[in-house]
């Protein structure tokens, strides 16, 4: 019981500016889709689900079941919503919802050793997650494409950014494997669980067939 609520505790932690942006995202969707005409109602339908899926991801990421020492952290799916809207919108929406996730997580909790790192860890490995919806017939597949793109990018930061964070002997690139892929693996097995439920699966082939 007691380790079931620490999983929650981290949510208390979300800055004040992380929240501004997310209901300011959501804010502005909802706005925008009132002030567009009708003949643009899908883009509308997008840009709300985009925010929505966004927020949803990001609160996700703070019901935490473990957190790495350099960055990453074990969650209850956070990844989800993101390809969720990928699988229903398209690939390059799923990607720019994605690089809006990565920078909310940068705002809340950065990790910072240079610039670029910063970009790769980011905007572009969330935005990876986008890659899902190049799969839109075969979610799972979808899902571990996009988990896959992530890791690809982490390795790569792993390996380029923090190779002093190896231990003496061990080669970087190996490091960055064993480090990305001891969370990402776990995060990857909890989400395929989550769309194999048949309840998940009927959800998302509804709620897909209202977006469009």
């Known amino acids: 019981m007691y380790y079931f609520i620490n999983m929650f505790k981290k949510i208390p932690e979300i800055k004040l500016q992380s929240w501004a942006f997310m209901l300011g995202l959501i804010a502005a969707s909802l706005l925008i889709s009132r002030i567009l005409e ?3 109602k899908f883009n509308t339908k997008k840009l709300t689900y985009g925010s929505l899926c966004v927020a949803l991801a990001f609160i996700l990421s703070y019901i935490r079941l473990y957190k790495m020492p350099q960055g990453g952290s074990v969650t209850l799916g956070s990844m989800l919503p993101i390809m969720f809207y990928a699988f229903i919108f398209g690939p390059m929406e799923g990607i720019l919802a994605g690089m809006v996730y990565g920078i909310l997580q940068f705002i809340q909790d950065p ?4 610039w670029f790192q910063v970009l790769i860890d980011y905007p572009f490995a969330f935005g990876a997650l986008g890659l899902a919806g190049y799969f839109k017939n075969n ?11 992530r890791f690809i990018f982490n390795f790569l930061s792993g390996v380029f950014f923090f190779a002093d964070y190896a231990p003496e002997g061990m080669s970087p690139v190996l490091y960055s494997i064993i480090y990305n892929g001891s969370f990402l693996s776990v995060e990857l097995i909890i989400a395929l669980i989550i769309v194999m439920i048949p309840q998940f699966k009927q959800a998302i082939l509804r709620v897909k067939s209202e977006a469009l």
């Not at 979610?139 to 793109?149: A, D, K, M, R």
């Open 139 to 149: 979610f799972p597949i979808g899902v571990t494409v996009g988990v896959l793109g």
């Open 38 to 40: 009708r003949d643009e």
């Open 111 to 114: 990790y910072i050793v240079h």
